[in-house]
């Protein structure tokens, strides 16, 4: 007999002859039947369809299949049953638990199953309708770990999907996938040893054009060489290139660090998510902030320290460098990884909303560019896409780190005035090191051609020491306010002065730079998700979860989910339902004492009643 097992597997079942021998009462009927019933409950009912290059670059409505959901990173899905006139209508439909520690994390949405990465490398895939549990992944982990990769390896973004794959980058340094039907470990892949070139996996992968395109923070102790971006074949795992975001003796780049030899140049990390474009073959990533910070301990203020607090253009069959921005000489632990959104748009500043825009380029011309706020200072950048020319750049927030952008070329020039110079001096800083923006994403929107930015207003006196034992130093730093002894700076953070309020939305409008309409709210606010339905969820660190409307800011909808907001808000289709995902868990920098909400770590599931 051929058996269908529940693998879809076909096997072959061997009896006697003797008990196939007809027995009293044997009907040849009944035992065709029993065989068709058998084999009907044995085959699949829905075989798994393989995620394709084209399915992750033309996504179906119904899924979310990535960390933004497009590889352009605009974190909007077309979905509309959920709209600006019915969303008061929402109901919880289930929830459930998630690791202990889990926060910052996106579920994928794909076929009725979401597949949730949580803390300490923990997957699992959980049934999108009933929220009832399928299968669970947890990866051992070796005792002196995080003591090597540091905690923020905890973290876990997001994670890939493809062909029949769940893709992941892991505390202990490998890239591996598991069988999306069970969980099975597919394969896996060192890309470092985590005790000699200790990297920071906080994030995931995507796949662009059949790679598995992953960045991550690189541990000072780990070297130079743990500072890279990183393509694996997503079938097989195989490495197909690596980028070093330090350049070496003799590279491009080099010269930038001055004498500082190579063996000591630290920490140029890709901590975040990166887009890509399949017509330009560019994968579009950010890069994070040298340790120390402060430049002097570096060879001097003056150097660029390439190619840290820069956008990247790498070639994504060899991981070259096309072009580089670089947005800052970072002395403060400002990053610029955050998502960059990929927009064909007509460029048309607002010379009375925008601060700093290149005068040789015709104003109103269509152009693909990179935009949104790249870093934790919250200035808005607009570059074009092929060459990295720099269109135009303003501030959103209160920032008093940069003075100046040369149109032209799109030079930066910081505030000479707060640029530390030598060990123990203080300066004030707006926005600190918590942004500003921070991990948090925001989102973009074709129907207004507007991108939505959750923002906070923070400000913080800050010392470069290296003696964090020091008097003034435990003064900064009192009540767990902030020592970062791998940048070797300390501070006490604040809300900006002149206002109450620690967090805003803001809406930005692409062509212009103009702002659009603008959300404040004392506790900081979180990540968003826009959709076709004229809404912009989001939620803040106080429990508060909001559907915006997209042209007005005004709330439309809102409810109290007890405990910080910390994850990626997702929406997606199952049998004609659209439903809205997120969850929550740990909280940011806490500079509004009075608001105390739980740390429930649990993931929402909503849709409106039948």
Not at 159 to 179: P, Q, R
Not at 506 to 522: C, D, Q, V
Request: include cysteine; charged fraction near 20%.
């Amino acid at each position: 007999y051929k058996i269908i097992t529940s693998d879809g597997s076909i096997e072959m079942l061997t009896l006697p002859f003797n008990e196939l021998r007809p027995k009293p009462g044997f009907s040849p009927l009944l035992l065709l039947l029993s065989c068709l019933i058998f084999t009907a409950q044995a085959q699949p009912e829905d075989p798994f369809t393989p995620v394709t290059d084209t399915m992750l670059q033309n996504p179906d409505d119904s899924d979310w299949l990535m960390w933004r959901r497009t590889l352009d990173s605009w974190g909007y899905s077309p979905l509309d049953q959920i709209n600006q006139d019915n969303v008061n209508r929402l109901r919880l439909v289930w929830t459930r638990d998630l690791a202990v520690g889990t926060g910052e994390i996106t579920p994928l949405a794909y076929d009725g199953v979401l597949y949730v990465p949580q803390a300490n490398d923990v997957i699992q895939a959980i049934d999108a309708v009933t929220g009832d549990f399928i299968w669970e992944y947890s990866r051992p982990i070796p005792e002196d770990l995080y003591q090597m990769v540091g905690g923020n390896a905890r973290n876990n973004r997001n994670i890939a999907i493809y062909e029949d794959k769940i893709i992941n980058t892991s505390d202990d340094n490998h890239i591996f996938a598991l069988n999306a039907r069970n969980g099975e470990l597919a394969w896996e892949t060192q890309i470092l040893d985590y005790q000699v070139n200790s990297a920071t996996h906080s994030s995931g992968p995507i796949i662009a054009d059949g790679l598995a395109v992953s960045g991550r923070s690189c541990r000072p102790w780990g070297g130079p060489q743990a500072c890279i971006v990183v393509a694996h074949n997503a079938s097989t795992g195989e490495e197909v290139w690596r980028r070093r975001l330090i350049p070496a003796p003799g590279e491009p780049g080099d010269e930038t660090w001055g004498d500082v030899p190579f063996q000591d140049r630290h920490h140029v990390g890709a901590w975040m998510v990166p887009s890509y474009d399949p017509e330009l073959k560019l994968i579009i990533m950010g890069t994070s902030v040298t340790s120390p910070a402060p430049k002097f301990y570096l060879g001097g203020p003056d150097n660029r320290h390439l190619y840290h607090n820069s956008t990247l253009a790498l070639e994504v069959e060899t991981g070259e460098i096309r072009w580089y921005y670089q947005h800052l000489n970072d002395h403060w632990d400002l990053d610029h990884p955050f998502e960059r959104l990929l927009v064909e748009t007509r460029v048309a500043p607002d010379p009375d909303s925008v601060a700093w825009i290149n005068p040789n380029f015709r104003s109103g011309e269509t152009r693909k560019v990179i935009t949104g706020i790249p870093g934790k200072t919250g200035i808005v950048y607009t570059l074009d896409r092929e060459t990295g020319e720099f269109l135009w750049a303003t501030p959103t927030v209160e920032q008093n780190v940069i003075t100046d952008i040369d149109g032209a070329s799109g030079a930066v020039t910081e505030n000479q005035e707060i640029i530390f110079r030598e060990a123990e001096q203080i300066v004030f800083v707006c926005p600190t090191w918590t942004g500003g923006k921070d991990w948090e994403a925001g989102a973009y929107s074709p129907l207004t051609n507007t991108m939505y930015y959750p923002l906070r207003n923070t400000c913080a006196t800050m010392l470069a020491t290296g003696n964090f034992d020091s008097e003034v130093a435990r003064a900064l730093t009192e009540g767990g306010q902030g020592g970062l002894d791998i940048y070797q700076l300390a501070a006490r953070h604040q809300v900006t002065p002149g206002t109450t309020n620690l967090g805003t939305v803001r809406a930005i409008s692409a062509e212009t730079g103009r702002t659009e309409w603008l959300f404040e709210t004392r506790a900081g606010t979180m990540s968003l998700v826009a959709t076709g339905g004229g809404l912009v969820f989001g939620g803040d660190a106080n429990g508060r979860f909001r559907a915006f409307d997209h042209r007005t800011g005004e709330i439309l909808w809102e409810i109290n989910l007890g405990s910080s907001v910390s994850g990626y808000p997702i929406t997606f289709e199952v049998d004609g339902i659209q439903y809205i995902a997120v969850n929550t868990g740990g909280g940011q920098v806490n500079l509004t004492p009075e608001l105390r909400p739980s740390r429930g770590t649990n993931l929402y599931v909503f849709a409106l009643p039948n």
